[in-house]
T-cell receptor
């Protein structure tokens, strides 16, 4: 069993829909990251959060530390949101903070 | 543009070749990372350098040899690779190896024939 589980693995939505991607983890963490990976391979960090909620434009990330769960929401989805969304949890491993990654959620937003 | 560049973007090499991947960051960061992303698998941390010192080697085979000559540059030297080493290799940097956001490069798509 992966230490970081994402759901769903694949998601197809119509333009304008509200989208939710979920992430559950089993280890104690210092922070959780949401990342976006486009088909070319490059990864962009969307959020880093350790409690509560963060918002950036149409993206909202929430985390519940007690339940070991985070969600990424996209409001008014657009085809340019099509990408792989990756959840990663950060924990302190000696001299370095380490990231453990989920397998990602492939999102396709159709016009 | 994230401020982290990687070259080459694509590389095809035979199992007996020696090649190097290069990563450069223009963000003034002190920590740099190598990650491997294989098909249908999560990203895996390979190495971490913090202030030019290696602080993490995630049980990576010795055919992968990292080098960090300064805080802005990171290399991954490759020799006698196996076909299963074919993957996307991503470099990242952060302010230091503490709890900071990481900035990723575009990756090098490596194919070992």
């Amino acid at each position: 069993k992966n230490e970081v589980e994402q759901s769903p693995q694949n998601l197809t939505a119509q333009e304008g829909e509200f989208i939710t991607i979920n992430c559950s983890y089993s280890v104690g963490i210092s922070a959780l990251h949401w990342l976006q990976q486009h088909p070319g391979g490059g990864i962009v960090s969307l959020f880093m959060l350790s409690s509560g909620k963060k918002k950036h434009g149409r993206l909202i990330a929430t985390i519940n530390i007690q339940e070991k769960h985070s969600s990424l929401h996209i409001t008014a989805s657009h085809p340019r949101d099509s990408a792989v969304y990756i959840c990663a949890v950060q924990f302190y491993g000696g001299a370095t903070n380490k990231l453990i990654f989920g397998t990602g959620t492939l999102l396709a937003v159709q016009p | 543009e994230t401020g982290v560049t990687q070259t080459p973007r694509h590389l095809v090499m035979g199992m007996t070749n020696k090649k190097s991947l290069k990563c450069e960051q223009h963000l003034g960061h002190n920590a740099m990372y190598w990650y491997k992303q294989s098909a249908k698998k999560p990203l895996e941390l390979m190495f971490v350098y913090n202030f030019k010192e290696q602080t993490e080697n995630n049980s990576v085979p010795s055919r992968f040899s990292p080098e960090c000559p300064n805080s802005s540059h990171l290399f991954l030297h490759l020799h006698t690779l196996q076909p299963e080493d074919s993957a996307l290799y991503l470099c990242a940097s952060s302010q230091d190896a503490g709890s900071y956001e990481q900035y990723f490069g575009p990756g090098t798509r490596l194919t070992v024939t």
